[in-house]
């Protein structure tokens, strides 16, 4: 175990759990530690944003920063549970691995999953992540954001070829983000497993926002153009239903193009 990582992660707890501001000397002796050892785990929390200085006194109290990132677990787990039962239904319907996904920078997470049980089937992992730009999903999520492509390009990074089939173009990326936002859902053809497909369908809340795909992860030898068609008929009934299941009501979640974004009105 890494003792300093882990007294830093025990301040930070004990500072929140406290909800009040805190001195050097409080820590100092909650912890048992000497003031400059105190003061150097502080100020590493301060520099790294998870604590804030009063510079009034010098106290010291937790950041908002664990608010936010609490309350995207939370968003995460209830994302996961409210819509379980529709990739069961899409499970059953199709017979292949289905996901649930949302982008963490430039990935995807996988928050939810159901198996296929076919002899030959595509494996992912609840928790495992993926290059957003190589898995259907991810190319789902991103087409519906709508990025230029500055964001597009401070979001990603360098594109890295995993496979042959990469896309590490950025013409081609942006090409192929808008065929997805035109069709409404992405394909991976090994783009990030040779062997394995994919299809992806964004899923939006009550606001249109685009905060989950539902994926499908398809073995090459089942990734026929008459198979592709059929599948990502079922894909995206599975997101309609989804975004339903979130407060969204427009109707156009379920046709080939994605919702614009809300125009602004005049301030």
């Not at 937790?62 to 936010?68: C, I, S």
């Not at 069961?88 to 199709?94: I, Q």
């Not at 964004?202 to 008459?226: D, E, W, Y």
Request: proline letters at 5%; hydrophobic letters at 45%; a positive charge.
């Amino acid at each position: 175990m890494d003792s300093t990582l882990a007294k830093g992660l025990a301040v930070l707890e004990w500072l929140a759990r406290e909800q009040q501001p805190r001195r050097v000397s409080d820590v100092a002796a909650a912890f048992g530690l000497a003031r400059s050892n105190a003061h150097r785990t502080l100020q590493t929390l301060r520099q790294c944003g998870w604590v804030l200085q009063d510079a009034r006194d010098s106290s010291y109290r937790a950041g908002l920063r664990l608010f936010e990132l609490g309350a995207l677990v939370n968003d995460a787990a209830d994302l996961r549970s409210r819509l379980h039962p529709v990739l069961a239904e899409l499970a059953r319907a199709c017979g292949e691995t289905i996901h649930l996904a949302v982008l963490d920078d430039a990935d995807i997470v996988y928050l939810d999953k159901f198996d296929s049980p076919l002899p030959v089937a595509a494996y992912s992992r609840i928790g495992g992540r993926a290059p957003a730009c190589c898995a259907a999903s991810g190319k789902a999520l991103l087409a519906a954001l709508r990025p230029d492509e500055a964001a597009l390009r401070q979001r990603l990074g360098s594109l890295v070829a995993h496979t042959p089939n990469s896309i590490v173009q950025w013409p081609r990326l942006l090409a192929e983000l808008e065929r997805v936002r035109q069709q409404g859902h992405a394909e991976n053809r090994e783009e990030w497993r040779l062997g394995v497909c994919g299809l992806g369908a964004p899923v939006f809340n009550a606001l249109g926002q685009p905060v989950a795909a539902v994926g499908m992860s398809v073995p090459s030898i089942r990734f026929a153009r008459t198979q592709v068609r059929a599948l990502a008929a079922q894909l995206l009934d599975c997101a309609h239903a989804a975004s339903l299941a979130l407060g969204y009501r427009s109707a156009l979640v379920k046709t080939a193009r994605l919702p614009s974004p809300a125009k602004r009105r005049p301030a």
